[in-house]
């Protein structure tokens, strides 16, 4: 029977990807990893997780790790990794995981985009997660593609406790409007997908109750701290200035600018509407910036 098979998670080894596999775990799921063949598993076989080896540029080793699954959730993403072959795996290697889950017969796949992908050719990191969803819609796969806004707890987190530093550090305008959501959050949305009432084919923005700043967002973390929280900000300008000059040797910095930039229209903004009727009332940026303080002893 289905519910007997695993559900295989793509990326189970990074930041995301391992709270998507202790969230499977939590709701009785059985739970297959595609690991790389160098990339210690260690700690997903203690959690009684099964390894697949495989890798996203290689298409057979996708359709192995892939049969026999009940569902697969991705959340790889090589514009994160910043390696060698982070655009290949942003590209290949989506339209790769798409093509497997065709040959497997894959009942449901869980896709991780990114919120206003769809309008943002400029980005080429939001971009490809737009093209990664056509591809599986282009197949015939049955797909769902939640897209969630900035990750706060990513954002603020580099470089240690940000509360007890008193600091944010953010890239662009301190006063533009976006969507946040925390990776905790975003975990669990995945894992529930998997069985959640959804057409297929549903692309689904996942965010706060409202878009805020982040000078909003340290004054409410001021608020939970008991101390001024200040935001230390690196202008848009001297970002799209280092991007240009870096471009050939660094594509990650262009392509950061030009988040920054849209960040900057207000633009980068979920309708949550689906998201309540899918998975319940969104977090309010209070009860979410809450959760992100006491994680650091606040």
Not at 95 to 104: E, M, Y
Request: proline share 5%; net charge neutral; aromatic share 8%.
């Amino acid at each position: 029977m289905a519910e007997d098979l695993p559900v295989l998670v793509v990326g189970a080894t990074g930041f995301l990807g391992g709270q998507v596999v202790d969230e499977l775990l939590k709701r009785g799921k059985k739970v297959r990893a595609l690991v790389r063949p160098k990339s210690n598993a260690a700690k997903l076989e203690a959690k009684g997780v099964e390894i697949a080896r495989g890798d996203m540029l290689d298409a057979a080793s996708l359709v192995t790790a892939m049969t026999g699954v009940s569902a697969a959730i991705s959340t790889a993403a090589g514009y994160t990794r910043n390696d060698k072959n982070a655009k290949a795996i942003d590209t290949f290697g989506n339209s790769n995981l798409a093509v497997a889950a065709k040959h497997a017969r894959v009942p449901r796949f869980v896709l991780i985009s990114i919120v206003t992908s769809d309008q943002t050719p400029q980005i080429p990191h939001f971009w490809n997660k737009k093209l990664a969803e056509d591809k599986f819609e282009e197949l015939g796969v049955p797909f769902v593609a939640l897209r969630p806004g900035a990750f706060f707890d990513q954002a603020v987190g580099m470089g240690g406790d940000p509360f007890e530093k008193g600091r944010f550090v953010w890239l662009g305008s301190k006063d533009a409007r976006l969507t946040f959501v925390l990776a905790s959050d975003v975990a669990a949305y995945l894992a529930e997908a998997v069985d959640a009432d959804i057409v297929e084919g549903e692309r689904i923005d996942i965010g706060w109750s409202r878009p805020l700043s982040i000078h909003e967002a340290a004054e409410l973390a001021g608020r939970r701290a008991g101390k001024q929280v200040k935001v230390v900000s690196i202008p848009s300008g001297a970002i799209a200035a280092l991007g240009k000059v870096t471009s050939k040797v660094l594509p990650l910095v262009a392509d950061m600018a030009s988040m920054v930039a849209w960040f900057e229209t207000g633009k980068y903004v979920a309708d949550t509407t689906r998201q309540e009727q899918v998975f319940g009332p969104p977090p309010t940026p209070e009860d979410a910036i809450a959760r992100v303080a006491e994680r650091y002893g606040h």
